[in-house]
């Protein structure tokens, strides 16, 4: 997939794909939003490049995006964690390795996903509550690590009928964001636009 093209000479910027993307590389979700409101043709080249970077997201761990969002569409489930973050801010800030994928799902859709999961080749690795002294306990019901022999992913279960329950229980703001199916959330734009977070002092 390539670019729109301009539909006009006046800046001839946009008229280079490769420079564009990489411009936008540099551009957080509020300017991203800010590029996208000026014109539609402008709003189209922001949906191509937020599909690229969730395909850069999701490929790794799914043969294509739409296998990553129809799973969580089916489970009401949605994804956080880095890999939510690398949405947020610009591409070329999120230097760090992201080696697994954390899936939040309601309780009552737990079978489901398991099972979405083992039809594309992931089977439990670790099973049951670990690892969850960095979050309040009273809204996560299990976490269940699932591998394929090369990605990992974690699947958090909720206690409640919302699957984004324990992520308003981290013990940073920085990593309160997430993205379901079709939409993308920052609960603190502010301060994670700016590099900054505030310290969830009931996390423990």
Same mark, same amino acid.
């Given at each position: 997939? #390539?670019?729109?093209?301009?539909?006009?000479?006046?800046?001839?910027?946009?008229?280079?794909?490769?420079?564009?993307?990489?411009?936008?590389?540099?551009?957080? *979700?509020?300017?991203?939003? =800010?590029? @996208?409101?000026? /014109?539609?043709?402008?709003?189209?080249?922001?949906?191509?490049?937020?599909?690229? &970077?969730? +395909?850069?997201?999701?490929?790794?761990?799914?043969?294509?995006?739409?296998?990553?969002?129809?799973?969580?569409?089916?489970?009401?489930?949605?994804?956080?964690?880095? *890999?939510?973050?690398?949405?947020?801010?610009? @591409? =070329?800030?999120?230097?760090?390795?992201? /080696?697994?994928?954390?899936?939040?799902?309601?309780?009552?859709? &737990?079978?489901?996903?398991?099972?979405?999961?083992?039809?594309?080749?992931? #089977?439990?690795?670790?099973?049951?509550?670990? =690892?969850?002294?960095?979050?309040?306990?009273?809204?996560?019901?299990?976490?269940?690590?699932?591998?394929? +022999?090369?990605?990992?992913?974690?699947?958090?279960?909720?206690? #409640?009928?919302?699957?984004?329950?324990?992520?308003?229980?981290?013990? /940073?703001?920085?990593?309160? +964001?997430?993205?379901?199916?079709? /939409?993308?959330?920052?609960?603190?734009?502010?301060?994670?636009?700016?590099?900054?977070?505030?310290? =969830?002092?009931?996390?423990?």
């Amino acid at each position: 997939m #390539t670019l729109p093209s301009p539909q006009t000479s006046e800046f001839p910027l946009f008229a280079n794909g490769d420079l564009l993307q990489l411009v936008f590389e540099h551009c957080d *979700m509020k300017d991203l939003i =800010n590029f @996208a409101a000026t /014109s539609t043709t402008n709003a189209a080249r922001i949906q191509w490049y937020l599909r690229h &970077q969730l +395909n850069v997201i999701c490929t790794p761990f799914f043969p294509t995006t739409m296998h990553l969002t129809n799973i969580l569409s089916a489970c009401d489930a949605i994804v956080s964690g880095s *890999m939510a973050l690398c949405l947020v801010l610009p @591409a =070329n800030a999120c230097n760090w390795q992201t /080696s697994d994928l954390d899936i939040y799902v309601p309780r009552n859709n &737990q079978v489901q996903l398991y099972n979405l999961l083992h039809k594309h080749h992931y #089977t439990i690795i670790r099973n049951g509550n670990y =690892n969850v002294e960095n979050y309040s306990p009273s809204t996560i019901f299990t976490v269940t690590t699932f591998g394929n +022999n090369q990605k990992v992913i974690d699947v958090i279960v909720s206690t #409640t009928a919302l699957a984004l329950s324990p992520i308003f229980q981290f013990h /940073s703001t920085a990593i309160m +964001n997430f993205f379901s199916a079709d /939409s993308l959330y920052c609960t603190y734009p502010s301060l994670t636009l700016h590099h900054r977070a505030m310290i =969830n002092t009931t996390s423990h």
